[in-house]
């Protein structure tokens, strides 16, 4: 068995983290940094982005190059860090509220841009950090602090939503499939261009215990049972995938990326071309 | 490769085209921004200068995230400039403030329209004076600088990252929608005539860097990303290592430091410039573009036998209070103009501690103040 390498990259100084008993999120910090080390890339050209919310507090947990910034603003700040540097990997963390709420036209640019960038978004479906408010991917009828009667809203399908922006790397996966994240993170991190991955997480704390779902453990029998691979998926009829989370490489094509292109016009200004 | 287009040669320019020129005789080589008049020329002609000597220029999906791509940007050692004007200034202020609590070196360029809201885009005011000050929560520090001419504002320009760069903080630079789109011939320095400030670099062997070490001075060596130094930035309450902390001295320590530094260095960032103060015994006090018409009212009244002298801040923030109070002390009233209804005079009533009385002559529709105007509160005052 190979020696444990990924380790190296925690902060382990920095333990405990602020994360409740029972999420999902140092479960999939976990399959990122695994994914990180079997991707091979240079861990001093990493730098790893965030915004606000539990999950954007990963950065501070780890031993890269870190920012911490607004609410929503990840992909701003590491679309400045890209285009300037682009020799260097430029990952992005970022909860369902910081990504599709504050930051949602963000994201879609950064999408429509296929800026080679990896993002990782910890989906819990709901707003921890302030104690349970719905957030864009909060299901409908689910109930939270913001929606004492049920909620109301229609929730997004964020690898949908990347697709249709021009994301060309899309990818679905849970902390109950942490190996399978791992795998995405590598791939993604290889992948040239804008690489997007929906890490389904649980927050018992704010979202399990108001929804009939008292523990993490709970939580995850629930990701495991209603997850289907995508290839599976394909030959199923669609009444068997009402309320099924589908998981695995959702999307994967090739376009022009954004740097690769920037360095085009470099070369037409300068008269190289 | 192109060279650095600075001529030496005189040239009819633009304020925006000197504001340009200064960036990148200053080093900008990232520009990141989002259209809003009167400052668009700023932008696009950064899209135009910034690849042909390899720079980056983005045009953003709106003035948010114009503001954080530059910090981004700078934060890999590229020295950035954003420009807007007042709409876009306002949501430019929630990043200003992680900029300065991080200590990013920055420069933000807002060429002053009519506000409140949208306002008058095509005409000029100088109504975002405090803002400037406190358009961000929190108790934070700021620079803030406003030429008066075309050729003021490509030094400026130049003092502005030279400022941002040696304090490690986000430096404002005002103007008006006035000195942004008036033609001056002006003659530019050549590059080897310019000085260059480079933020300070670590010292230190990669493992042993605290990117916000405030042992050995007030501004902190910065290292880029993608360098080794594997560090922490964030806008919560940090230690010096760059970690969130929640212990009161740590907190308390870093806002006090971050307001020390541009305090001791105020000697080296204010600057002021006086006409005929020296035995004025009424004063005038004007900035950006009003300063244009104030001196022409200061010579008409010395041409009628009045004894008036016109004290122009360069510097806005830090405020020049020393100036202000020693000529307070000695004229029997001081005349405020300014394209807003006393934002300034409020600083300068503070600034005089009552040595004299303070009478303004505010605008707030879209016209330049005319030194008609101002003459006129001169001959009234005497």
């Known amino acids: ?273 | 490769m192109t060279l650095i287009p600075v001529k030496t040669k005189a040239r009819l320019l633009q304020g925006n085209e000197a504001c340009v020129e200064g960036a990148i005789a200053a080093g900008c080589r990232f520009f990141a921004g989002y259209p809003i008049t009167p400052s668009s020329e700023i932008a696009e002609l950064m899209a135009e200068k910034l690849p042909r000597l390899g720079g980056k220029f983005i045009q953003m999906e709106d003035e948010i995230a114009s503001m954080a791509a530059i910090i981004g940007a700078s934060l890999t050692g590229v020295k950035s400039l954003t420009a807007t004007s007042g709409p876009g200034f306002s949501l430019k202020q929630e990043n200003l403030g992680y900029a300065s609590y991080t200590e990013i070196p920055c420069v933000v360029v807002n060429v002053q329209r009519v506000g409140p809201s949208t306002g008058q885009p095509t005409a000029p005011a100088q109504g975002d004076m405090m803002q400037v000050r406190w358009g961000t929560h929190g108790d934070h520090p700021v620079i803030a600088l406003y030429p008066s001419t075309v050729r003021e504002t490509f030094e400026l320009t130049v003092d502005a990252f030279n400022l941002s760069e040696r304090f490690r903080t986000p430096v404002i630079l005002l103007m008006d929608e006035v000195v942004g789109h008036m033609r001056e011939k002006v003659e530019l320095p050549a590059q080897e005539e310019i000085l260059i400030v480079n933020r300070p670099g670590p010292t230190v062997p990669r493992g042993e860097y605290l990117p916000y070490d405030d042992t050995r001075g007030l501004v902190p060596p910065m290292a880029a990303f993608g360098e080794g130094y594997c560090f922490h930035v964030t806008g919560l309450a940090h230690n010096r290592r760059g970690y969130p902390t929640t212990k009161p001295q740590d907190i308390d320590a870093l806002i006090r430091r971050i307001h020390q530094k541009i305090e001791v260095g105020r000697g080296d960032i204010v600057r002021v410039e006086q006409l005929l103060t020296e035995d004025a015994e009424i004063g005038v006090f004007a900035y950006g573009s009003t300063a244009r018409s104030a001196a022409r009212a200061v010579r008409l009244a010395r041409s009628r036998g009045i004894k008036v002298g016109l004290l122009r801040p360069i510097t806005i923030w830090p405020f020049p209070d020393e100036a202000v109070k020693t000529l307070a002390s000695r004229v029997r009233r001081l005349i405020v103009a300014e394209m807003n209804l006393g934002q300034m005079a409020g600083e300068v009533t503070r600034a005089a501690e009552g040595r004299t009385a303070i009478e303004g002559v505010f605008r707030v529709d879209g016209e330049l103040i005319t030194p008609e105007e101002i003459l006129k509160k001169i001959e009234e005052v005497v």
Not at chain 1, 67 to 94: C, E, N, Q, Y
Not at chain 1, 140 to 166: S, V
Request: charged share 20%; glycine share 10%; aromatic share 6%.
């Open chain 1, 1 to 273: 068995m190979a020696a444990v390498t990924w380790h190296r990259h925690l902060r382990v100084e920095r333990m405990p983290q602020i994360w409740c008993a029972g999420c999902g999120h140092g479960t999939i910090l976990g399959a990122i940094l695994r994914g990180v080390e079997k991707s091979e890339i240079d861990p001093s050209k990493l730098v790893i982005v965030s915004g606000i919310g539990c999950s954007s507090r990963a950065p501070g947990y780890v031993a890269l190059d870190g920012l911490h910034t607004t609410h929503g603003r990840a992909l701003p700040f590491a679309t400045g860090i890209k285009v300037a540097r682009p020799d260097l990997t430029v990952m992005v963390i970022s909860g369902d509220g910081d990504l599709s709420a504050i930051g949602g036209n963000h994201f879609i640019h950064a999408a429509r841009r296929n800026l080679d960038i990896t993002v990782v978004c910890f989906n819990n479906s709901i707003y921890g950090m302030t104690s349970g408010q719905y957030s864009p991917l909060t299901p409908r009828d689910a109930m939270a602090t913001t929606a004492p009667y049920g909620h109301i809203e229609r929730p997004f399908d964020l690898c949908q939503l990347a697709i249709g922006a021009g994301a060309t790397y899309v990818a679905r996966g849970t902390a109950y499939h942490a190996g399978l994240v791992t795998n995405q993170v590598t791939r993604a991190l290889k992948h040239k261009g804008f690489a997007f991955i929906d890490a389904i997480s649980q927050c018992p704390t704010y979202y399990g215990r108001r929804n009939r779902m008292k523990t993490g453990v709970e939580m995850m029998k629930a990701q495991r049972d209603t997850a289907v691979n995508v290839k599976r998926a394909a030959k199923m009829p669609a009444e068997e995938l009402a309320g099924k989370i589908i998981i695995g490489d959702i999307h994967v094509s090739q376009a022009s990326e954004y740097t690769e292109e920037y360095q085009r016009v470099i070369d037409r200004a300068q008269g190289r071309t």
